[in-house]
T-cell receptor, first 113, second 113 residues
Framework: GENVGLHLPTLSVQEGDNSIINCAYSNSASDYFIWYKQESGKGPQFIID?????DKRQGQRVTVLLNKTVKHLSLQIAATQPGDSAVYFC????????????FGTGTRLQVTL | DGGITQSPKYLFRKEGQNVTLSCEQNLNHDAMYWYRQDPGQGLRLIYYSQIVNDFQKGDIAEGYSVSREKKESFPLTVTSAQKNPTAFYLC????????????FGDGTRLSIL
C-alpha cells in the first residue's frame, strides 16, 4: 500500500501455515514492547504487548517471544489467514508507559492461497 | 464507539502554505502523539503531549507546531518551513501510564500541489 514501505522485508506464507516475524530492538534498557499490524491506507492496529519481566505472552492466535539476551522480539501467528496480510511493526519503549515508542521499519506479511 | 478520528483523510498543500491536521479522541486518554510515516521507514515522532496545555518535541519537530488546549484534541500544523511535508501523518493516544499501548487513527495523507 502507498502508506507503508515499498521496499520492506517480505515474508510469504501459505494460508494455514504458521508465521514468524522477527524484530531486533536497539535499547537494552527498553522494558515494554508492542506489536502493531498496519493494513494499506490505515493506521497501525495494536496486536499484543509484553513487558521485559516476561519472555512469552499469548493472545488469540498470536504469541510474542522476548529474548533480552540478544535483544530479539518475535511475533508468531498461528494458522495464518488471508486477512493477516499486512505490514507488522515492533515498537520498544524505555519508559514503561508507552509514552516514547521507537518503531522498527516493519515486515510485510503476504499470505498465499 | 470510542476511537481516534483524523481529518481530512487526504490534504493538499500549496508552496508557502500552512496546513492543519485534525486529531480528536474520545477515549479519555491523557497522552496524544503525532507521527510521520514515509515509505521504507518506521514511524517517527513529531510531537507528543502528556497533559493538556503541555507538549514536547519529538525526533523531527522542525517545521511543525501543535497545541493541546483540550484533552480530546491535538491538532498538528505543517508550516511552510517544513520543506518535505509529503508523508502519511498518524495521530495516536494512550493512557500515558501503566504500560498501556498507544492507539492510532487512520491517518492523513499530505501531498504538495
Amino acid at each position: 500500500g502507498e502508506n507503508v514501505g515499498l521496499h520492506l522485508p517480505t515474508l510469504s506464507v501459505q494460508e494455514g501455515d504458521n508465521s514468524i516475524i522477527n524484530c531486533a530492538y536497539s535499547n537494552s534498557a527498553s522494558d515494554y514492547f508492542i506489536w502493531y499490524k498496519q493494513e494499506s491506507g490505515k493506521g497501525p492496529q495494536f496486536i499484543i504487548d509484553i513487558r521485559s519481566n516476561m519472555d512469552k505472552r499469548q493472545g488469540q492466535r498470536v504469541t510474542v517471544l522476548l529474548n533480552k539476551t540478544v535483544k530479539h522480539l518475535s511475533l508468531q501467528i498461528a494458522a495464518t489467514q488471508p486477512g493477516d496480510s499486512a505490514v507488522y511493526f515492533c515498537a520498544e519503549d524505555v519508559t514503561g508507559t508507552a509514552s516514547k515508542l521507537t518503531f522498527g521499519t516493519g515486515t510485510r506479511l503476504q499470505v498465499t492461497l | 464507539d470510542g476511537g481516534i478520528t483524523q481529518s481530512p483523510k487526504y490534504l493538499f498543500r500549496k508552496e508557502g502554505q500552512n496546513v492543519t491536521l485534525s486529531c480528536e479522541q474520545n477515549l479519555n486518554h491523557d497522552a496524544m502523539y503525532w507521527y510521520r510515516q514515509d515509505p521504507g521507514q518506521g514511524l517517527r515522532l513529531i510531537y507528543y503531549s502528556q497533559i493538556v496545555n503541555d507538549f514536547q518535541k519529538g525526533d523531527i519537530a522542525e517545521g511543525y507546531s501543535v497545541s493541546r488546549e483540550k484533552k480530546e484534541s491535538f491538532p498538528l500544523t505543517v508550516t511552510s518551513a517544513q520543506k518535505n511535508p509529503t508523508a502519511f501523518y498518524l495521530c495516536a493516544s494512550s493512557m500515558g501510564r501503566g504500560g498501556q499501548p498507544q492507539h492510532f487513527g487512520d491517518g492523513t495523507r499530505l501531498s504538495i500541489l
